[in-house]
């Protein structure tokens, strides 16, 4: 490595790697190093070397959530892809189901489903891998992580120790955690969930109620295949197939407002005309004293189609919360859509839309 401190010989750190083909955006530049790491013990080795040598770091799962900079890492990425997953202890209502960082998240889910525990199920088909799953506390159809995370080990980078935190320290709320709040501190290793083994499926969301009404069975893998259903009508799962397939899913989060500034949001869309009734724009209920509202309503409502397309990026022509790569673009055109679709919503509705990605690199 030219200019940079020599490289640790027991780790196949590769340099100069492009990033975009780990990503399911296939967007952005090359990292300066890269290691592929299958083992806890080269994870913490290439985290150690790079924090007593200053060498910038960033960790990469799936990659189905991060914004590559065009001008790529000029560090250290290393993919956490260490692997295996077992139900680790079972009583009588519950199973403790433990995986490596580096597990399909959807292959735990499977694995949860066939052998009859719960509490993964609505979030069947979400890509990437385990260890993201705390750090933005993933979720789907009325189901988050947080509601069955038991306790993440990690590599706190801060104390350069590795020891396990409970679900409670986690600080868990909708898609955030203390892992998103002091970003860089940890490096999940592997996370355990606590899954009940008795009792119905989850059905708290009115389109798997739904999907659900005509099922001869409503059990734990009848609500997988729905959701999975639902899932491909709005290219929400990865197909290589599909033309809107380069995303990270949902680019925005549902904004959460206090319920005086939703009436402020319904009382705009009123005076526009987009509602014939206050109680027409929909929103959910937040937490004490707040509102979500819908993301995707917003920016439809705001003049944003689905289909739109500005160069080589555009709004999925099935979801417009999806910002979709059609090939040959760049970072900085996804996030200058990302910009326009922002403008558009704080214009008409004074509400401002938070990303939902995390970046690597300095993205313009
Ligand atoms: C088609 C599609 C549909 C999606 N649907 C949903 C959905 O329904 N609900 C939802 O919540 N998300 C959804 N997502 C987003 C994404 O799949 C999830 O956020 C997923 O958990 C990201 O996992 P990943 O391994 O790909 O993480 P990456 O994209 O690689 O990383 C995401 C963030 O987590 C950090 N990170 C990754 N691994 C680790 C680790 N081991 N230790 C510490 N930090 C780590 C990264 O540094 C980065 O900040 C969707 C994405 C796509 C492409």
């Known amino acids: ?100 960082a580096g597990e399909p998240f959807d292959a735990l889910v499977s694995h949860a489903v066939a052998e009859g525990l ?67 501190r940890f490096v999940v290793l592997a996370v355990v969930f606590r899954l009940p083994r008795h009792g119905g499926p989850c059905v708290r969301h009115e389109q798997v109620a739904r999907a659900l009404a005509a099922a001869e069975r409503r059990d734990l893998a009848t609500v997988r295949e729905a959701v999975l259903s639902l899932r491909r009508e709005k290219s929400m799962v990865l197909d290589p197939s599909d033309p809107n397939r380069r995303s990270v899913g949902s680019f925005f989060m549902n904004p959460l407002v206090t319920k005086d500034a939703a009436a402020r949001v319904a009382s705009r869309a009123l005076e526009l005309d987009l509602v014939r009734s206050e109680d027409e724009m929909p929103r959910f209920l937040g937490g004490p004293g707040m509102v979500k509202l819908s993301a995707a309503w917003l920016i439809e409502h705001a003049g944003v189609s689905r289909g739109l397309r500005q160069g080589n990026v555009g709004v999925s022509t099935r979801h417009v919360l999806a910002l979709v790569h059609h090939g040959g673009g760049s970072a900085a055109e996804l996030l200058a859509l990302a910009a326009y679709v922002q403008r558009r919503v704080s214009d008409t509705f004074g509400v401002t839309l938070t990303p939902e990605p995390a970046r690597i690199g300095h993205c313009v």
């Open 1 to 100: 490595m030219s200019g940079g401190p020599a490289l640790p010989p027991d780790l196949a750190i590769r340099e100069d790697v492009p990033l975009a083909p780990f990503t399911t955006l296939e967007l952005g530049g090359r990292a300066r190093l890269f290691l592929d790491a299958t083992d806890g013990d080269s994870v913490w080795r290439a985290v150690r070397w790079a924090d007593e040598m200053g060498v910038p770091l960033a960790v990469l799962g799936g990659g189905s959530n991060v914004v590559v900079a065009d001008e790529g890492f000029d560090g250290l990425v290393i993919r956490v892809g260490i692997r295996g997953m077992a139900i680790t202890t079972r009583d009588e209502h519950h199973a403790h189901l433990t995986s490596a």
């Open 118 to 184: 719960g509490g993964l199920e609505c979030m069947s088909g979400i890509p990437g891998l385990v260890g993201a799953t705390p750090v933005q506390n993933v979720g789907a159809y009325g189901q988050e992580v947080a509601e069955t995370i038991e306790s993440v080990r990690v590599i706190d980078r801060a104390t350069a120790s590795t020891y396990t935190i409970p679900a409670t320290g986690c600080g868990f709320a909708y898609r955030d955690s203390r892992f998103k709040r002091e970003p860089g």
